[in-house]
């Protein structure tokens, strides 16, 4: 059973960075994955951010972060890393990391939270002064 661990999350001002990590254990990451974090704010519906192929690891970004985030993977420590820079209070929101089986490659699929199995517990996010 793949289990997903978050860390990295906290308190920034804006225009601050932070990076967030998603450790992955518990099985083989195929080829076949994709990893993607999603954030919910308060009172708000989850929404996927950024998603990484595992098996091409080509990349993609919702457009309130494209320019700003960057998801990136270290093979070897079986890692996720969101690294978030220019933060803006509206980017305050509980950060997942979850991961699917599937070889879809339509990014609107692979951002839609309904269509995953796994799941970390989430990390806060805050951005204020």
């Known amino acids: 059973q793949l289990q997903l661990v978050e860390s990295g999350g906290g308190l920034v001002q804006p225009g601050g960075s932070l990076r967030l990590s998603c450790q992955v254990s518990?099985?083989?990451?195929?080829?076949?994955?994709?990893i993607t974090w999603f954030r919910q704010a308060p009172g708000k519906e989850r929404e996927g951010i950024s998603c990484?192929?595992?098996?091409?690891?080509?990349?993609h970004y919702a457009d309130p972060v494209k320019g700003r985030f960057t998801i990136s993977r270290d093979n070897a420590k079986n890692i996720m890393y969101l690294q978030m820079n220019s933060l803006k209070p509206e980017d305050t929101a509980v950060y997942y990391c979850?991961?699917?089986?599937?070889?879809?490659?339509?990014?609107?699929?692979?951002?839609?939270?309904?269509?995953?199995?796994?799941w970390g517990q989430g990390t806060q996010v805050t951005v204020s002064s």
């Open positions: 979850a991961a699917i089986a599937s070889g879809v490659e339509d990014n609107n699929y692979l951002l839609n939270p309904k269509y995953y199995d796994f």
């Open positions: 518990g099985s083989t990451l195929h080829n076949f994955f994709t």
């Open positions: 990484i192929r595992v098996g091409d690891n080509r990349t």
